[in-house]
Nanobody
Framework: QMQLEESGGGLVQAGGSLRLSCAAS????????VGWFRQAPGMEREFVAA????????IYAENVEGRFTISKGNAKTRVYLQMNALKTEDTAVYYC?????????????????WGQGTQVTVSP
């Protein structure tokens, strides 16, 4: 089973940018649909963005559309989430998830491989 590990989180001021990375081992992300989710304290985990197996189709949550970009790396072992114009409400633990499928999905239960998460904190 493929394992995922997120990195790139940290503390940034509002308006700044971060790029999260999701590294895969035991498989290549080119074979998987991959999603990013986030969970703020006291809140349920929510969908952020997803990309299909080919890397050509993406979908985003409304509250990040136009600010975040999901992409697959050329080496086929990483998926990125570029986050620009960050807001304090983007503060959360960010998780990547994968499913061996050609399509992409918004639902938490649609994915069966999950990373441990990386903390993103956006200060005012």
């Amino acid at each position: 089973q493929m394992q995922l590990e997120e990195s790139g989180g940290g503390l940034v001021q509002a308006g700044g940018s971060l790029r999260l990375s999701c590294a895969a081992s035991g498989g290549t992300v080119s074979d998987y649909a991959v999603g990013w989710f986030r969970q703020a304290p006291g809140m349920e985990r929510e969908f952020v963005a997803a990309i299909d197996r080919s890397g050509s189709k993406t979908i985003y949550a409304e509250n990040v559309e136009g600010r975040f970009t999901i992409s697959k790396g050329n080496a086929k072992t990483r998926v990125y989430l570029q986050m620009n114009a960050l807001k304090t409400e983007d503060t959360a633990v960010y998780y990547c998830a994968a499913r061996w499928s050609p399509s992409y999905y918004r639902g938490i239960t649609d994915y069966d491989n999950w990373g441990q998460g990386t903390q993103v904190t956006v200060s005012p």
